[in-house]
């Protein structure tokens, strides 16, 4: 809501820090797991940083994707282009990734441009591959009264899921894997495909100019505008196929056919398409006698399509939208804001409270609360394919209240913060005891993970966070630690400690034009149970078989800058084999031996 019917506006980032971490999702976040290669599937460790789609089975790929909530629009007074390649130039864990950005303004209301990214990897283990590809084309146009923000994204995942390596303990021994190629995996033959598209709209119309006449003639009369009207358009289409051969003894129930039983190829699909239309009426604020909050009233609905095999479902829904905010006057900001689904009776609703104090207000107190009632995806409720299926009538909203408090001091570069959620309802990927194939000819009862499960009792998230970075001449250092504790962990699990540490000395050389940062970044978490992850269902799911963590990540790197070029040269997990040999952050993946990766980025103006 924070962003509601909002344009992003940004400024490029010319600096130097943190250009070692060519990762999306570690330049987006310090906290995550994942399955050990670049674009594979992931979850933020950090409970209150967790995002959602809209379809379920790109949430394990968020922070890659091209989306509406994290575009930009550029307002430039030349063109601007800026090339990224990150390699290592190895053939058995070759890296590619490229990310490439073109806009120029044709007018000075009128800009346009181009983004595309590719991470791909083969990976360090058999059938680790991945060749994800984004694409982004943007354009906006504004106007003293009109503006217009558009966007088309393409975003396609492919990954090959390996299901993880068939014995930890092989790599839990203190010799070394000469080649992790040799290491078996349990699936070779499994591959998940995910298409997404998406295009989005917003447009608005200013009126009722007011102007407030000066009676000095040395102050210039200030205009602004009172009323605004808009519209918003949101389509996406959503396609995940995930094919599989062989892998017998890893599946264990099958749904449609005999043949996934002894190993044959197989082919499922799932996906869904939605449609949204919003209109709003707005009161911006009175920027002259301070006093008048923004107050935003709007209508939209959303038309929605559910498939996966032999099952399709609709559902149209109409929300009424709501938001009060008063921008930063003085030294207070306050907003209100509340969804109201007029078919499901869902609802999300939130306060915000900030109060700023000190020089050029430095400092600040930001307090939050929100309550989000919310019915279960549909894909929780009916899921359909050869190796799960689920039909559930019962499952209940989810309630989720939130309190976040926490305090900001930009001259001491300081965050302290307190974050408590409660759940009701939740509900997650879990096991539950079925009847499982043995062999194409006998059964058991046994217990089958990846199922979704309900946990109806209330129960809470307690996160303790903090960031700070110091400068001191040549010396510069980055820490971010959290604490988390749940008051009940049937249903979710999350490390209790972790910690970010980013170390480094910076220096100008030769007559200044060089700017060279030395270092090494450092990621701990303590020792919990970490998800497990399902190939069939593309998802992360609770186990509570073995714990990971308790293992310091080390990489060191040389970032470089010479007028427009960066550069980084990194060497990752350079530890590795000093606290042993496995490494994990979840069930079954290791994360890769000790890389070297190298990367550069070239910004041209014309």
Excluded at 260 to 287: C, H, M, R
Excluded at 311 to 317: A, L, T, V
Excluded at 460 to 486: C, E, P, S
């Amino acid at each position: 809501m924070s962003r509601f019917l909002e344009a992003d506006t940004s400024r490029q980032d010319t600096f130097l820090d943190a250009f070692q971490l060519y990762n999306p999702i570690h330049r987006r976040g310090y906290a995550y797991a994942f399955l050990g290669n670049t674009g594979q599937a992931y979850q933020n460790t950090f409970y209150p940083n967790r995002k959602t789609h809209s379809f379920l089975f790109l949430t394990p790929y968020y922070d890659y994707l091209f989306l509406p909530d994290n575009a930009s629009f550029y307002n430039t007074r030349q063109q601007y282009t800026n090339f990224t390649y990150v390699t290592n130039f190895s053939k058995n864990n070759n890296l590619q990734n490229v990310d490439l950005i073109h806009t120029q303004n044709v007018s000075p209301t009128f800009n346009f441009g181009v983004q595309y990214r590719l991470l791909g990897a083969l990976g360090e283990y058999k059938s680790q591959k991945t060749s994800n590809h984004f694409l982004r084309f943007f354009s906006s146009y504004q106007s003293k009264h009109y503006q217009v923000f558009a966007l088309y994204h393409y975003n396609k995942i492919n990954t090959y899921l390996n299901g993880g390596i068939q014995s930890d303990t092989l790599l839990d021994r203190d010799y070394e894997i000469s080649d992790p190629k040799i290491v078996p995996v349990s699936l070779e033959n499994s591959k998940n495909s995910i298409l997404n598209r998406n295009i989005n709209l917003k447009q608005s119309f200013s009126f009722g100019e007011r102007t407030i006449v000066s009676e000095d003639t040395t102050v210039k009369n200030v205009s602004f505008m009172r009323w605004r009207i808009g519209h918003e358009l949101d389509w996406n289409y959503n396609k995940r196929i995930y094919t599989n051969e062989g892998g017998v003894g890893f599946y264990q129930t099958f749904y449609i056919d005999t043949g996934a039983v002894k190993g044959q190829a197989i082919e499922d699909s799932t996906g869904n398409w939605n449609f949204n239309n919003t209109i709003y009426f707005q009161l911006l604020d009175d920027t002259i006698s301070k006093k008048i909050p923004s107050v935003i009233l709007a209508y939209s609905l959303n038309k929605n399509f559910y498939h996966s095999y032999n099952s399709d479902i609709k559902d149209h829904r109409q929300w009424i939208r709501f938001k009060v905010f008063n921008p930063v006057f003085n030294r207070w900001y306050w907003s209100l804001y509340s969804d109201y689904d007029l078919t499901l009776s869902d609802i999300q609703s939130g306060a915000n409270l900030s109060f700023f104090w000190g020089n050029q207000k430095g400092q600040s107190i930001n307090v939050s609360s929100r309550y989000t009632e919310q019915s279960p995806d549909v894909f929780y409720s009916d899921f359909h394919s050869h190796f799960y299926s689920w039909h559930f009538d019962d499952l209940l909203k989810t309630k989720r209240t939130v309190f976040d408090i926490n305090y900001q001091n930009k001259p001491l570069k300081l965050m302290l913060g307190v974050n408590q959620t409660y759940f009701d309802n939740f509900i997650y990927m879990g096991s539950q005891m079925a009847t499982v194939w043995e062999s194409d000819t006998t059964t058991a009862y046994k217990r089958v993970y990846g199922i979704p499960n309900q946990y109806k009792d209330r129960f809470g998230v307690l996160g303790v966070y903090a960031q700070h970075r110091l400068d001191w001449g040549v010396f510069h250092m980055k820490n971010a630690i959290a604490y988390q504790y749940t008051s009940d962990d049937n249903a979710l699990h999350v490390p209790q400690i972790q910690w970010y540490n980013s170390t480094y000395f910076q220096m100008r050389l030769f007559k200044r034009v060089m700017t060279l940062q030395i270092g090494f970044d450092l990621r701990y978490n303590s020792s919990y149970y970490a998800d497990g992850f399902m190939p069939a269902t593309g998802l992360f799911y609770l186990q509570s078989d073995k714990k990971m963590g308790n293992y310091p990540y080390f990489d060191v790197f040389i970032n470089a800058k010479i007028k427009r070029v960066r550069m980084f040269f990194k060497l990752e997990h350079v530890n590795k084999g000093l606290n042993g040999n496995g490494y994990y952050t979840t069930l079954h993946y290791p994360m890769n031996d000790r890389v070297f990766r190298l990367g550069l980025s070239w910004r041209f103006y014309n």
